[in-house]
């Protein structure tokens, strides 16, 4: 009995060890293959961690100058095409801006100057004729994977090759549409769903910068406004007070108004003239040049082209933009002339009559 327990005690451990080698060999044949796909699965998260954080990237560089671009829209929509072209391996970007009737280029990327001289001379209204046009016109994003197989587009657009897949995103706020970025491949290769997004974050990045500057600039302008009006009272009040201060004295209060006309206009110099017969006296002059003023004093009689004498006749404000473009001038009107010799090349020109 002990024989045969010891017998097969033999065998048994002889199958066991069997056994451990055909495991160890089936092991061996499946390593290589299960070491190729782990490494296949670390390069594909690899890229797809890489490509994330280049979009992260992308999309902080517009917020970025978003940021610092608070009135100036330019480097904001440059950097929204530069991006999408790049990280949407694209072949030509254009951001649009609509006015209300046509979608007009602001910003290009990788575009040569006919391609472009084309676009600015062509605007494009929404409709159906482009994809652009079809997007602005829906309201929503138009990726087609070949234009060329598309029957409803009768694309105007030429590149050096027939543009293939391209891709429209509408700016819009609410309903609004704003503007639209388009890019497009000179090869039929469907952008992937990534990209899409990608590029509908930027439009989203796009009307926040838009939206953000008109606020702004509505601030500002406001801003200006109070200001302006504050001056403006100002200048009223020391007025006033000239008045109250000098109640036999009038060359004063002529000396307070024009002084403050001349600065709140932002002029160079002026004169305040009282009507003598059938002449001017000038009462009062600021900053005026000593050969001007000396030309001018005692009673003058101006010329018919002037705003002074066009002032006094209608008894309505009288404005010259540029002196020098009036043919009077250019005939040799001795009061255009001695009014530009003695202190400017180019000359605005304002009178404003006062009634008694």
Known sequence: MRRRSRASSKVAAARSRKTVKRRTASKDVRRPGASADLEAKVA???????????????????????????????????????????????????????????????????????????????????????????????????????????????????????????????????????????????????????????????????????????????????????????????ATSKVLEAISSSPGDLKPVFEAILENAVRLCGAKFGNLYLREGDGLRAAAMHNAPPAYAEQRAGIVHPSPNSTSYRAAQTKQPAQIADITK????????????????RRLPRCADRAVATRR
């Open 44 to 234: 594909r998260l690899t890229r797809e961690r890489d490509e994330a954080l280049e979009r992260e990237t992308a999309t902080a560089e517009v917020l970025k100058a978003i940021s610092r671009s608070t009135f100036d829209l330019q480097p904001v929509f440059d950097s929204i095409a530069e991006n999408a072209v790049r990280l949407c391996e694209a072949e030509r970007a254009f951001i649009y801006r609509f006015d209300g009737e046509f979608l007009r280029a602001v910003a290009y990327y990788n575009v040569g100057p006919e391609l472009r001289q084309f676009v600015d001379r062509n605007p494009i209204p929404p409709g159906q004729k482009t994809i652009s046009a079809r997007a602005a016109l829906k309201r929503r994003t138009v990726h087609i994977a070949d234009i060329q197989a598309d029957p409803d587009i009768a694309y105007l657009l030429r590149d050096v090759k027939p543009i293939r897949t391209i891709i429209a995103v509408p700016m819009l706020k609410g309903d609004d549409l704003v503007g639209m970025i388009t890019i497009y491949r000179l090869e039929v290769k469907p952008f992937t769903n990534k990209q899409v997004a990608l590029i509908e974050t930027f439009a989203d990045q796009a009307v926040i910068a838009i939206e953000n500057a008109r606020l702004l600039n509505e601030l500002r302008q406001r801003t200006d406004d109070l200001t302006e009006s504050l001056e403006q009272q100002t």
């Open 326 to 341: 009036l043919q009077a001038y250019a005939e040799g009107d001795p009061w255009l002339i001695s009014a530009l010799a």
